[in-house]
């Protein structure tokens, strides 16, 4: 069931205009729940994060393995439309169902497939290396297509890769 809402309708002194919006029940209040939609795990930890200012980057190193750092973005992905997939011992993804109109776009420009929608995103990949760990973060949309194999559309931000750096930093870990 969808609620339409009508806005601006007594403007004193100026025309009378009717804007319709049409939600969902409880619309407004998932929209404010999604603070930190991209990366699930940085809105439990960016309020502990120290002043120093990381570089920017998707990867980082960590003397050990950085369990606290994979339970956490674990735990940050169970909410509403969200899914964790755990692949082997090194790879930890989370994905979600986006919002209609960012769907929409994305079915149309990718040539996507309207009974299978496009998710966002986070994967995170631990390396063991001479140092201790590498963990390297990728985001995406992925939008499995009509025929064939699915295409993984990047997300290039430099505000995201900030707060990947802030969280790694958090957890122990060195962005580089």
Do not use: W
């Amino acid at each position: 069931m969808l609620v339409t809402l009508n806005e601006n309708q007594h403007r004193p002194g100026r025309r009378t205009r009717a804007l319709h919006k049409t939600v969902p029940p409880g619309g407004r209040r998932l929209k404010r729940m999604k603070l930190f939609h991209s990366i699930p795990a940085a809105a439990c930890i960016v309020a502990c994060a120290p002043q120093d200012v990381p570089i920017a980057s998707r990867s980082a190193q960590f003397d050990s393995f950085p369990q606290r750092l994979f339970d956490t973005f674990e735990t940050s992905c169970s909410g509403p439309g969200e899914s964790f997939k755990k692949i082997g011992n090194q790879v930890f993804e989370c994905s979600e169902f986006l919002p209609p109109k960012a769907t929409a776009y994305l079915i149309l420009n990718y040539d996507g497939h309207p009974q299978d929608l496009p998710q966002s995103v986070m994967r995170l990949t631990s390396t063991k290396t001479n140092a201790g760990y590498r963990v390297d973060a990728r985001v995406f949309f992925h939008v499995p297509q009509k025929s064939g194999t699915a295409v993984e559309v990047p997300v290039e931000s430099k505000v995201l890769d900030q707060a990947i750096s802030e969280l790694y930093q958090s957890m122990g870990g060195s962005p580089n």
